[in-house]
């Protein structure tokens, strides 16, 4: 017996024996088959479809309910995330959420109950409120991409949903004698780029990120060129001459690469002669335990992120205003570089607020 085959009758419709009428549409990344015992019903239905399509109103009965959150994770993953910056960090946070027992459900059964049960639980645990928010937006960004670009038709689960409230900004102040004891500490027990990056650190307030990014082919007398940043875009950082020193330091005691990186391939792991964060925050932080614990040791414990807090204070005093040390700094809002990073101690603060009023009543006498 000859097997059946489709035969084309109409525009996307296809006939096989003397009543089958099957639909096919595959239009704005929707596929829909559907099949009719008449070609007017077909008809109908493609046109009707195609409507709905073009007008982001139509509502695949299946597709929200066979597309699980994992497919989502993954699909997002491969065609989004590899054209954002931040790729790295985002890859981890989505390989997160595709580790959630009910990534496996249907995204048409994911409910705003799904992630505040996961908030409240990373909030009871201690987790960083910045580390949760971001976690929360970025499986905010996959639905509404998804709803948006792929026109899947669900709700975003984390729409209206309230973020942790952030903590109170960190006061970092650093007396001389534990910068001193730092430097030495990461010269007795770290690698030898160790002291170069967190003099680098205390000096110029660049971020972790743009240390290791720093290449011999950006660094001038002057300042070194930034080519991208973490708000993406490019920035030129002055050197005091503190800073200057430190660079000179760094050109006769490390060794050149061939390569021309400062420190070391910013995107090769360090058997590979690369540079990781994790590597520069670990070597950090055993330095740091190592200090507090001797005699004498360390007055308080710190993050490699607090020298950044450390510099800018510093920086202030040579900046014309707010505007010019976020040039430096590379803060796009003047409000946040004031109220996370700028800590001035409240004894100099009163100092200079003693010296200015002065100056200004010896002026007023004079004239």
């Given at each position: ?16 024996g ?16 559907e ?11 493609r ?31 491969e ?34 109950s799904?992630v505040?049960?996961w908030r ?5 645990a ?9 976690a ?18 669900v ?9 942790p ?5 960190r ?15 990461c ?14 650190a ?21 300042h ?17 001459e ?10 006769r005691?490390?060794p ?6 400062m420190?070391g ?8 002669g ?30 490699f992120?607090?020298?950044r807090?450390?510099a800018?204070?510093?920086l ?13 700094t ?24 003693r ?5 200004r ?7």
């Open positions: 017996m000859a097997k059946s085959v489709w035969k084309k009758v109409a525009p996307g419709i296809y006939l096989r003397e009543m089958q009428y099957q639909v096919k549409i595959a239009r704005k990344g929707r596929t829909v088959v099949t009719f015992d008449s070609l007017a019903e077909a008809q109908r239905f046109l009707k479809t195609i409507t709905e399509i073009d007008g982001g109103v139509y509502v695949d009965p299946f597709r929200e309910k066979e597309t699980t959150l994992l497919d989502l994770l993954l699909r997002y993953e065609e989004v995330t590899p054209t954002k910056k931040g790729a790295r960090q985002e890859t981890s946070v989505l390989r997160m959420w595709r580790e959630q027992e009910w990534s496996s459900l249907p995204i048409a059964s994911i409910s705003p799904h505040i049960e409240n639980e990373k909030v009871k201690g987790k960083a409120p910045t580390t949760v928010s971001n929360m937006n970025t499986l905010s960004a996959v639905f509404s991409y998804a709803i948006n670009e792929w026109q899947y038709k709700t975003n689960p984390v729409i209206g949903l309230k973020r409230k952030a903590r109170p900004a006061r970092v102040i650093m007396p001389q004698s534990d910068r001193i004891k730092l430097l030495e500490a010269q007795t027990l770290g690698p030898k780029w160790l002291p170069y990056i967190v003099s680098i205390i000096e110029t307030a660049m971020r972790q990120s743009e240390i290791r990014r720093i290449h011999w082919d950006h660094v001038f007398e002057t070194i060129h930034l080519p991208e940043t973490k708000n993406g875009e490019s920035r030129d950082v002055p050197l005091t503190e800073a200057l020193a430190v660079i000179e330091q760094i050109r005691n490390l050149r690469r061939n390569d021309r990186w420190f391939d910013p995107d090769q792991p360090m058997s590979s690369g540079i990781t964060l994790h590597a520069v925050t670990r070597e950090f932080a055993d330095a740091v335990t190592w200090a507090i614990e001797q005699p004498g040791g360390l007055s308080q414990k710190y993050t992120h607090d020298l807090h450390v800018i204070t510093e202030k005093q040579d900046h014309v205003d707010a505007m010019d040390l976020a040039k430096t590379g803060h796009k809002t003047v409000n946040l570089l004031h109220k996370v990073y700028y800590n001035p101690d409240p004894e100099d603060r009163a100092k200079d607020i010296a200015r009023r002065a100056a009543k010896n002026k007023a006498m004079e004239q």
